[in-house]
Structures are given as C-alpha cells and as structure tokens.
C-alpha cells in the first residue's frame, strides 16, 4: 500500500506483449470496498480488510457484510495463525491483533522480544512450523532512511524477533514452492528480494530475485512507479505479485519468467488469495484512489 499517485488509462494489447493477459472472467464481488486488501480464504467465505474503514469483511458467496472493527487500527492483512484464530496487521496502530473465530480479540503484539516496537505491520506469510512472518515496512518516502524489518512470530506467540532489516519499504512475502527461501517485495526498491530460510527460522544473506521491470514491461500512461505489493505461491507453483499502480497482477514462475498478466480496473492492485481449489479462483483486490477519502475499491474474482 502507499505508493506514488496517479491513474492507469490503458493496458498493453496482447500481440505486443507476447504472453497472456487476462481481462475476461475477472467479476466484481464487491463494489464499494475501502482501500481493501489482504484476502484470505477461510472456511468457505472470502475475509478481506478494509484499511480505510479499520475492519474486516466476509463474503458469503452473495453478500459483504463486517465482521470486525477496530479504530485507528488501519488493517491491512490477515491471516490464519494458533488453530481457528486470525491475526491482524493494524499499519496505523503499529501492533497485530489475534482474533478468535468470532472476532473476539484475544491478545495484542507491539513490541518484539527485545522490547522494540515495529512500525507499519503490512503483510504476512505462514512458516512450516505454524508461526510467522511479516513485514513491517517502516518510512513511505523514497528519500528517507530505508527502515523496513521483517520478523517473525513463533507458533505460541512467545517469541518475536528481528530476522531481517534495511529494507526499502518491505510489503508482501512468501515462502518459496520449496520452503526454503522467503521472498519479500521490496516495495519501494521495485523488486523482489530472496532471504535463506534457516532451520531455526532466521534469515540468511539476501539476493535479489527478480526486479518488477524486467519481469513485464510498463504500462503506457503510467504514473513512473509501480511496486509489487501483495505476493502469493499459487498451487500451480507460479507466484502471483500485486503491481501497485499498474492495475495488474504479474503471475511469474520458478524460474523467473512471466507466464501471464491478470489485469483489473482498479490501478492500485494491492493483493492476492486463492479459493478452495487454489489457483481455479483468485481473487483480487484494489483501490481507485490512493490518497483521497473514501479511498474507493474493489474485490474482484478471477477465474482462468
């Protein structure tokens, strides 16, 4: 979230990119979302945050309705964590919020085990041992002191620690289709950095994975920057990266090629989740407006 703004008014044709892009089969499932992101299957519903609203959404299958609000929290991802539980990342409140399966707040994290606060809780990804994972991305300027973190959560909660720092706004992350590298979008940076997993879940030396640019050309009209924002591992093995100000997602392979571009009216793509059969159903989200009230969006579905 948080990037440069501006509009995209229109998309590469098909015979000059060379790969697949994919419009059709994209439906709107929610219209009057709030700066949505963080998707999450759950339980034969669709979670997902409202940053601007400070909650998060169901949907059923037929309706969006809230299922829980915090003020000032400024949500901006979800996911599954400790049994039927959820955790919550508050970007303004800088803490994550445990919630059981009825939205019922069970406890708070806002400083790691050193005693250290962190500051813009922006996404998660699951380790293999049931903790994990998340970004704090730190200062929003490109000419500031690069402050974004990424720590981990053990699977009771006890320990919070530092694994990885000086990272240029640092948003979605996944683990890799082998468990042993964690990717991280380096927002502000425009690229995807790669850390080594180690065995007691510490971050090895980083490489740079793969740079957003020479992954997919730009958009014509384009504001000048376009930072991947969300990233998921579909159950094809492809990763799917949310390209904030492109109103695309890029779905780029193993080996670092582009296998096809999901495109979306919203500019401001912002994440990625997979339905119950993985990578059948994807769903999407995005915004229209990156800094102006009430910050309009939208869910969308996506079937190939």
């Excluded at 929610?30 to 409202?50: C, S, T």
């Excluded at 990885?164 to 380096?186: C, F, M």
């Excluded at 640019?213 to 504001?223: I, K, R």
Aim: with cysteine.
């Amino acid at each position: 979230m948080h990037v440069q703004a501006g509009l995209l008014t229109s998309l590469l044709i098909p015979v000059l990119l060379g790969f697949g892009v994919a419009r059709a089969g994209v439906e709107v499932i929610d219209a009057d979302a709030r700066y949505p992101e963080g998707p999450l299957w759950d339980h034969g519903r669709l979670l997902y945050v409202e940053y601007a609203n400070d909650d998060i959404k169901e949907w059923d299958g037929q309706q969006a309705r809230v299922f829980w609000r915090r003020e000032h929290c400024g949500a901006d991802a979800l996911i599954h964590y400790h049994g039927d539980h959820l955790l919550v990342a508050c970007y303004d409140a800088n803490v994550l919020v445990e919630i059981d399966a009825r939205g019922r707040e069970v406890r708070e994290f806002a400083r790691d085990s050193a005693g250290n606060a962190f500051s813009g809780p922006n996404d998660f990804a699951a380790d293999a041992h049931g903790g994990v994972y998340f970004s704090a991305s730190g200062v929003y300027d490109l000419q500031a002191p690069i402050t974004g973190t990424v720590l981990h959560l053990s699977a009771d909660g006890r320990q919070l620690r530092k694994v990885a720092d000086t990272i240029h706004y640092p948003n979605g992350l996944t683990l890799s289709k082998d468990g042993r590298q964690l990717l991280v979008a380096e927002m502000l940076a425009g690229r995807i950095l790669s850390f080594p997993v180690e065995a007691d879940g510490t971050l090895g030396a980083r490489r740079v994975w793969a740079r957003l640019g020479d992954l997919a050309p730009p958009t014509p009209n384009e504001d000048g920057y376009n930072g991947p924002d969300g990233i998921k591992l579909g159950s094809d093995g492809n990763y799917y990266i949310a390209q904030n100000g492109s109103g695309r997602v890029l779905v780029a392979s193993e080996q670092r090629k582009l296998v096809r571009l999901i495109t979306v009216p919203t500019p401001y793509v912002t994440n990625v989740a997979f339905g119950p059969n993985g990578v059948d159903t994807v769903f999407i989200t995005g915004a229209f407006e990156q800094w102006k009230p009430p910050y309009p969006g939208a869910v969308y579905r996506w079937t190939p």
